[in-house]
């Protein structure tokens, strides 16, 4: 009877660790291979891209917005500002973001503006309050309802957002231009780390820590040199927490715990200001992120899921030419 020695046997088994490690490794990576084709196919959804929309003029310059539509539009429209330090151009618009809102059918609206110092903050806000108007006015061009109407934008963006959800509303009725007649108000807004309170700083690396301007931004506000008595008021009245009423839309505010640039405590106080007028504003506040964080893509999807609890209503039929 033929026997095997224990080496032989030991290189047997060493042989088989090696192949089944070996066969581990492979299905390891042609696992990881699909979660990242997956993950880039999500991210990567199609749609029809229309860009440059003029919808106005700043300092002889266009105003402009991109319309982004998906395959199976659901009639309703997210106004994304692009803005970030109240700098704006459409080569910092990342569209793959929009694909948890694309996804779901919204119709995008990227809203780029003047960015600062060539037009001041009080000019951009006034500015994007035309792009919501403008929107609202073409509804029918871009098969959405001009009623339920989301906003989301972070840092500047968020700030921008929230303007408009605490001051948009109606234009003249005597305006020449139908647009400027129309309403800027927005439905929901969903930001991220936004800007609430300009009159205090306290904690950010931008405080001045005399109540001024904030410290690298100060031309944005037309504020070099620095005006007290003129930038209190323009504070604020640039500053959204002080214009949150029951009118208020319902908000989900996005913002991580280590923030040093926009502190936590903007969001908290604003949140805090409209609890006892019965306003929803949803704060999810981020464990050990800073200003931005790797995981934001995942903040996107949940905006993306409320904005449906918000504004997605199945009793209500959608705008005409769109898909169920």
């Not at 100060?218 to 959204?240: H, I, K």
Request: proline share 8%.
């Amino acid at each position: 009877m033929e026997t095997t020695s224990p080496s032989s046997r030991f290189r047997t088994i060493v042989r088989r660790w090696l192949i089944a490690a070996l066969l581990a490794c492979l299905a390891a990576v042609v696992l990881a291979g699909g979660l990242v084709a997956a993950g880039w196919a999500y991210f990567h959804p199609r749609f029809d891209w229309r860009k440059g929309v003029v919808y106005g003029t700043r300092h002889g310059d266009p105003l402009t917005l991109d319309v982004l539509t998906p395959p199976a539009p659901n009639g309703l429209g997210i106004v994304f500002m692009v803005s970030g330090g109240w700098k704006s151009g459409r080569d910092s618009f990342h569209a793959w973001l929009m694909a948890p809102l694309l996804r779901r059918g919204y119709t995008v609206f990227a809203v780029c503006h003047v960015s600062q110092p060539e037009a001041s903050v009080d000019e951009i806000v006034a500015d994007v309050s035309r792009a919501v108007r403008f929107i609202r006015t073409h509804a029918a061009d871009y098969h959405i309802d001009p009623e339920r109407l989301g906003v989301a934008g972070a840092s500047a963006g968020g700030h921008l957002s929230l303007m408009l959800a605490t001051r948009g509303g109606p234009g003249p009725t005597d305006a020449a231009d139908p647009v400027d007649a129309a309403s800027s108000a927005v439905q929901a807004a969903a930001v991220f780390c936004p800007v609430t309170d300009l009159t205090d700083l306290t904690g950010s690396t931008e405080d001045p820590g005399d109540g001024g301007p904030p410290r690298n931004y100060r031309r944005a506000f037309d504020q070099e040199p620095v005006d007290m008595p003129r930038w209190r008021q323009e504070a604020r009245e640039l500053s959204p927490l002080f214009h949150v009423t029951s009118d208020l839309p319902p908000v989900m505010i996005c913002h991580g715990d280590c923030d040093t640039l926009v502190t936590l405590d903007q969001s908290v106080r604003f949140r805090d200001r409209a609890a006892p007028l019965g306003c929803k504003v949803k704060l999810r506040v981020v464990a050990g992120a800073g200003h931005i964080w790797l995981t934001m893509p995942l903040d996107v999807m949940r905006c993306a899921a409320w904005f449906d609890s918000q504004l997605r209503d199945d009793a209500k039929p959608l705008a005409a030419g769109t898909a169920p």
